[in-house]
Every structure is written in C-alpha cells, then in structure tokens.
C-alpha cells in the first residue's frame, strides 16, 4: 500500500516562502512521476511541477522562476521550494506519485494561504 503525506502548508503573507515536503511509504524510486498538483476554491485539481523517472522536472509556465521541486532519495521525500508567493497561490496542494502501470497515488493535501 503506497503512502503519501504531505506536509509544511501554513498561512504566509505575499512574497513570503513555504517549502512543502511528502513523504513516502519506501523509495521514490519506484514510481514512474513524482510531484505536486494543487487545487484552489472553486477550480479544478491542476499540475504544480512533477519528476520524471528519467529526473527530468516539469513546471508549470507560472511556476517556473518562482517554484523548485527537489529530492532526496535517501529519506524518500519530494520537496516543493515556494518562492514570491501570490495570493492566486492560495491552494489545497496535493503530493502525487504515478507508477509503471498508470496507476496514481495521493496525499491527503495541505493547505497553503497566502493572505496579508
């Protein structure tokens, strides 16, 4: 049984910073992408950033300049570096991992506000 938790979410004001981490029930190394997508009030569930298995990381136009994804292997853990946030960026964000097989997992989400 796969495992995701999310964690590092929290009320931040503009321009402020969050890093934002899952943990994973084993290695990482086994799903095909890892990453994170986000749902804010009202829309729909979209793409953050994510790994490829070749490691290749795949942002958003919006994201990019702004949000690093990043891993650690060895504590099985994805990480999302929030920079220069933005009201708009308030957001349920959502820990996913896809293996070989297509199937998808996900984290219960944490709750990132971004309000002044």
């Known amino acids: 049984q796969v495992q995701l938790v999310e964690s590092g979410g929290g009320l931040v004001q503009p321009g402020g910073s969050l890093r934002l981490s899952c943990a994973a029930s084993g290695s990482i190394d086994r799903f095909y992408t890892m990453g994170w997508y986000r749902q804010a009030p009202g829309k729909e569930r979209e793409l953050v950033a994510r790994?490829?298995?070749?490691?290749?990381?795949q942002y958003v136009d919006s994201m990019k300049g702004r949000f690093t994804i990043s891993r650690d292997n060895a504590k099985n853990t994805v990480y999302l570096q929030m920079s220069s946030l933005k009201p708009e960026d308030t957001a349920v964000y959502y820990c996913n991992a896809r293996n070989a097989m297509n199937d998808d997992y996900w984290g219960q989400g944490t709750q990132v506000t971004v309000s002044s």
């Open positions: 790994f490829r298995s070749s490691g290749f990381a």
